[in-house]
C-alpha cells in the first residue's frame, strides 16, 4: 500500500511538472490558439467588403514532449487577407501544417547557416515567417532580371546563388496586402513586422485605404514588443522594441538594425570586397536597397539597442527574465521595416525545427488555463478613433490581443447599441454608427478579466 501511494505521488507530482513547465515555457504557451472557430477573411480587387472563408486562422492546437512542441496550423491569421495588386492570382490558402520546434534551443559555435527561400520561422498566428528574398535575382549573361513570377528562370534553377538577389521588401510592396502579406503558392507570409502599413508613422503604401486591416501588433514605443514568433532555431522573435539594455534595465528603446545601405553607384563588389559580376547600375529602376547585397554590416559595440550580423541579440525579456537570444522585427525611426526585417541573412542558432507529416512521439495536448491566459496578457491598452465621431468608430488595440475582446457600445439608458470583436491575432474592430442619432455614449472594450472604457461623442452637423 506504501508502495503504491508512492508511485501514485510520484506519478501526479510528474504530471504537475510537466503541466507547470508548460505553462512556464514560451515555446508552448504563446501560441495563439484558435478556441472559438473563427474564420479567415479575404479582400478581392474592387469589393473592399471582406469575403468569408472556410478555414480556420491562428493555430489549431499545440502539442508538446520533453523537448519539442509541435504546432498544427492552417498558416490563416485573423486579420483579413489581399488584395495582391500585383498581378498575383493566389489567395491564402490552408497549409494543414505540422511545425516542429525544440523547447531548448542552441547556438551554433560553427559556420553560420544562411536563411533560404520558403519558411524560416512562424509566427504566432500560425503564418509563415520568410526572409529577405523574393526568388528574383539578376541575370549578369542577359542584363535581365530572372527568377520568379514573369521572369525568366536563372541560371542554374532556382537553388543557384546569384551575386544580386532582390529584395522582397522594397520590390513587391505593390503586391503585399494591408498587414504587409502576401502568398506564395497560396502560402501566405510575412518578410517583415508583421503591423498594417498605415499604423507606421510614414505610410509607405494606400493599400489599406480600401482594405484596411490590421496585422499581428500594433507598435508601441513606450513597452516591450510582444513574443511575436520563432525562428527555425527554435529562438524567438519580437517586435520592434525591448529593453535599452540588454540586462532588462535602461527603459523602452526602438531595436536597430545593425545593416545599412552602402555608398555605391554601380554593382560590381560586395561589402566585404568581394569582386562578383556585375549587377545594374544604382538608378530610379533599382535603387540602393533592391538587391540584399546593397547592406553592409556595422557593428555597434556600445550600443545595446543594434542588432548582431543574425538581426538579434542575448537579452533579457518578459517572457525571459533569466535571458535568451532573441531576434526582433527592425524598423526605422519611421517604423518602416528595416533590412534584415526579421532573421537573417543567417541564423544564429542551429537548425532543428522543420514542417514535419505527422507527429512520432507521446506528446501532451497543451490546453491554455484562464489563470495561464491572464499571466500572459498585458493590461488592457484600447484606443478608439475618430472621436467626436459622425458614422463609424474605429477600435484599437495597442498591444497584442491573446484573448477575445468584447467591444460593446452603451447609449444613455444603458442599451448595448452596438457589439464586435477583436479577436486573437487582431488588434482591430469597427463599430457602425450611421443609424445612431448624436449624442454621448460609452464603450467598453472587456475580456473575462479586464476592461476599459471610454466616452464616444456622435455629431452630426
Known sequence: ?????LVLSFFSYAILFQYAYAQNNPAISSWLQNTSGIKGRHYVSGNSTPIQDNDS???????YSSNWVYVRTKGIPAYVTGPFLDGNPSLASSQNAIFKFPLNPISNTGTPVSTTGGNIGVFINGVALFDYRD?????????????????????????????????????????????????AM????????????????????TICNLYDADGLYKIDSTQHSPLIGFAYDGFPIYGAYGFKNANGTGG????????????????????NGTTVTSGP?????????????????????????????????????????????????????KWNSAYPYVVGPTFYGTITASKVASISEPVTRYTPSPAGLQAFSKALQVTVFPNPTQ?????QMLNLSTETVRVQLFDLQQRIVRQAFIYPGQTLCYLDLQTLQNGVYTLIAHTAEQSWNSKIIINRQ
Open 1 to 5: 500500500m506504501i508502495r503504491n501511494s
Open 57 to 63: 486562422v491562428n493555430v489549431q492546437t499545440v502539442l
Open 135 to 183: 526568388g528574383v535575382a539578376w541575370n549578369p549573361s542577359t542584363n535581365t532580371l530572372c527568377g520568379g513570377p514573369g521572369n525568366p528562370p536563372c541560371p542554374g534553377g532556382p537553388n543557384v546563388s546569384m551575386d544580386w538577389n532582390r529584395d522582397a521588401v522594397l520590390a513587391e510592396r505593390a503586391g503585399f496586402d494591408c498587414a504587409k502579406g502576401h502568398p
Open 186 to 205: 497560396g502560402n501566405y507570409h510575412h518578410h517583415q513586422n508583421p503591423s498594417a502599413f498605415d499604423l507606421d508613422l510614414n505610410v509607405l503604401s
Open 252 to 271: 523602452i528603446s526602438r531595436m536597430q538594425s545593425g545593416y545599412q545601405k552602402r555608398s555605391i553607384s554601380v554593382r560590381n563588389q560586395w561589402a
Open 281 to 333: 547600375a544604382v538608378s530610379a529602376n533599382y535603387p540602393i536597397g533592391y538587391f540584399r547585397e546593397d547592406y553592409e554590416f556595422i557593428a555597434h559595440p556600445n550600443d545595446a539597442t543594434y542588432m548582431d550580423v543574425h538581426n538579434g541579440r542575448f537579452c533579457v525579456t518578459p517572457e525571459y527574465p533569466n535571458g535568451t537570444y532573441a531576434y526582433f522585427a527592425t524598423v526605422d525611426n
Open 391 to 395: 458614422d463609424f468608430a474605429a477600435v
